[in-house]
T-cell receptor, first 115, second 113 residues
Framework: NAGVTQTPKFQVLKTGQSMTLQCAQD?????MYWYRQDPGMGLRLIYY???????DKGEVPNGYNVSRLNKREFSLRLESAAPSQTSVYFC??????????????FGSGTRLTVV | SQQGEEDPQALSIQEGENATMNCSYK?????LQWYRQNSGRGLVHLIL???NEREKHSGRLRVTLDTSKKSSSLLITASRAADTASYFC?????????????WGLGTSLAVNP
């Protein structure tokens, strides 16, 4: 099925460990985004890639890095995980910047717990 | 910062009733989008209304936009248990090429069978 695929779906890390969240879309979308969702905080933009070859910081980039590997793939890396990074992470993509008529397509999320 | 503010925060209705949720925002916009999120899943785009539109329909969904009041409403008619989800509005601000979607905190809708 066409869409956004995120891996893994669940992860438990110890403080200080590193990991990479993978995201791939097969809709030929130009823009890709990483969000985190926390109770009472809504969706907060971590990093985004407006087009292949570009990446930029969002609202809450500290502690994260990203790579736009190609048009399909956009990964998020936690270099040294902290308990404050416990959250649900969503990758999204869109054909047009800010979504346009069809909006954003979201992955099913990665539930990350840092202990 | 969150521009969109949905109300109510939570809504519980019986199957077959209509559900109305509202979104207010602070700056001028290009468009406003509504999304649904089922528990444990990603968000799904429902409908987009442009700033020059006042009302839009999609199946059982009706969206209105009042730019003078900077508010929008989402009406779900004849609700079903499967409509149980959180609903989010997102605004595309009229702020140049570097603009980003601004998300509300969502309305949690429970439709009881």
């Amino acid at each position: 099925n066409a869409g956004v695929t995120q891996t893994p779906k669940f992860q438990v890390l110890k403080t200080g460990q590193s990991m990479t969240l993978q995201c791939a879309q097969d809709m030929n979308h130009n823009s890709m985004y990483w969000y985190r969702q926390d109770p009472g905080m809504g969706l907060r933009l971590i990093y985004y890639s407006a087009s292949e070859g570009t990446t930029d910081k969002g609202e809450v980039p500290n502690g994260y890095n990203v790579s736009r590997l190609n048009k399909r793939e956009f990964s998020l890396r936690l270099e040294s995980a902290a308990p404050s990074q416990t959250s649900v992470y969503f990758c999204a993509s869109s054909a047009l910047w800010t979504g346009g008529q069809y909006g954003y397509t979201f992955g099913s999320g990665t539930r990350l717990t840092v202990v | 910062s969150q521009q969109g503010e949905e109300d109510p925060q939570a809504l519980s209705i019986q199957e077959g009733e209509n559900a109305t949720m509202n979104c207010s925002y602070k700056t001028s916009i290009n468009n406003l989008q509504w999304y649904r999120q089922n528990s444990g899943r990603g968000l799904v785009h429902l409908i987009l209304i442009r700033s020059n539109e006042r009302e839009k329909h999609s199946g059982r969904l009706r969206v209105t936009l009042d730019t003078s009041k900077k508010s929008s409403s989402l009406l779900i008619t004849a609700s079903r248990a499967a409509d149980t989800a959180s609903y989010f509005c997102a605004t595309d601000p009229n702020a140049g090429n570097n603009r980003k979607l601004i998300w509300g905190l969502g309305t949690s809708l429970a439709v009881n069978p």
